[in-house]
C-alpha cells in the first residue's frame, strides 16, 4: 500500500494556481506538493514571479516545499532563509532538471558531471542552511554505473528524504526507468526514499516498492490517479477544470494566455481521452474562452 504521495515540480504547470485548484477539488489527496523550481541569481533570490508563487496566502491549507535550482550554495543558502521568514520548514534542491540551457551551466542534472564540486556544494549547504534539505535527483548522467557513487555521496548528509527520479540525464523523459537501481538503494538509505518515473496507472504505482511516490505526467493525463492510488472516491475533474479556468482567467491578461495555460493542460489530458480527436481539435483551434468551454463540454 502506498502511504504517501508527492505532486512533482513541473516548471509552467504546477504553479500555485494548479495547486490550489487541484487541493481543492481532488479532495487533498497529495502529503506534499514541490514547487516548480526558484533560480536565484546574483542580484536577487526570487523573481516576482516565483516570490508569488510561494506566498503563503497563495497557498492556503496546502503542505508546500519549494524547490531550489542552482550550483551557488551561498544563493542556495540566501534563498532557503528568506524561505524561512515566510514560514517554510523544508527546502528542495534540485538536481534532476535535464534541460539542455540548465545542463549547460552545470545546474540540476548538469551537477551529477562533477561530484568533488556537488560535494563541495553539499557540504556548505547542510552546515549553513536554516532548515531540512530534500534532494530531487537523477541516476547520473550517462551510465548506471555513476548511481551508487552518486548515491554514497548523498549518504553522508542528513538528507530530509531522497526523490529519484530512475533516469539517467541521458534518458531525459522518454529512455526508460531503471526501477532496480532504486530499489537498491533503499535496502540501505539512512533516510526515506521516494520514487518519481513513469507513474501513469494504478498497476504501474503498485509495481514500485515504495512508501512514497511522486506523481508528475501522469496526474496531468489523469488528475484523478492520486485517488485512484489511494483507492479513495469523490473529487471532481469538472470542478477542477472549472476552478482553474476561473483562476486563470482572473490571474492572467486577457483570453489568450489563460486559453495558452488550458490548451497546455489539455495536451496531457487528452491522452485520458483517445475517442475525442475531434473535440481535442476544436480545443486547440478555439479562440475564445466561449468557445474553449463548448469543445471541453464535448468531452467532459
Not at 473529487?235 to 479556468?245: K, N, V, W
Not at 485520458?272 to 463540454?297: C, H, L, M, Q, T
Request: with cysteine; charged share 25%; proline share 6%.
Amino acid at each position: 500500500m502506498i502511504k504517501k504521495l508527492y505532486m512533482a515540480p513541473m516548471e509552467g504547470v504546477t504553479g500555485h494556481i494548479f495547486r490550489r485548484a487541484y487541493h481543492m477539488h481532488i479532495n487533498g489527496t497529495m502529503d506534499k506538493y514541490f514547487t516548480p523550481f526558484l533560480s536565484p541569481n546574483q542580484n536577487q533570490c526570487m523573481t516576482n514571479r516565483e516570490r508569488k508563487d510561494i506566498l503563503p496566502q497563495n497557498n492556503p491549507g496546502m503542505p508546500v516545499v519549494p524547490q531550489i535550482l542552482t550550483k551557488d550554495a551561498v544563493r542556495f543558502v540566501d534563498t532557503a532563509k528568506e524561505l524561512y521568514e515566510y514560514g517554510y520548514r523544508e527546502v528542495n534542491l534540485n538536481l534532476g532538471c535535464p534541460s539542455g540551457t540548465v545542463v549547460a551551466k552545470k545546474k540540476g542534472a548538469g551537477m551529477l558531471s562533477d561530484l568533488a564540486f556537488l560535494e563541495r556544494f553539499l557540504d556548505e549547504i547542510y552546515e549553513k542552511c536554516p532548515m531540512p534539505i530534500s534532494i530531487k535527483t537523477r541516476l547520473g548522467i550517462e551510465k548506471e554505473e555513476e548511481w551508487e557513487p552518486l548515491f554514497q555521496l548523498f549518504c553522508k548528509y542528513p538528507v530530509k528524504e531522497l526523490i529519484v527520479h530512475a533516469r539517467l540525464l541521458a534518458d531525459f523523459y522518454t529512455g526508460p526507468v531503471r526501477v532496480d537501481c532504486f530499489e537498491r538503494a533503499c535496502k540501505e538509505a539512512p533516510f526515506p526514499m521516494v520514487y518519481n518515473g513513469d507513474i501513469f496507472t494504478v498497476k504501474d504505482a503498485e509495481i514500485i516498492k515504495a512508501d512514497t511516490l511522486m506523481l508528475g505526467r501522469g496526474i496531468l493525463r489523469n488528475p484523478m490517479l492520486s485517488l485512484e492510488i489511494q483507492g479513495r472516491k469523490g473529487g471532481s475533474l469538472r470542478a477542477f477544470h472549472e476552478q482553474l479556468l476561473q483562476d486563470y482567467a482572473q490571474e492572467m491578461s486577457g483570453e489568450t494566455p489563460t486559453l495558452h495555460k488550458m490548451k497546455e493542460l489539455w495536451s496531457h489530458l487528452i491522452l485520458a481521452y483517445p475517442d475525442a480527436k475531434k473535440e481535442y481539435k476544436a480545443i486547440r483551434k478555439s479562440k475564445s474562452i466561449a468557445e474553449y468551454v463548448i469543445a471541453v463540454d464535448r468531452i467532459l
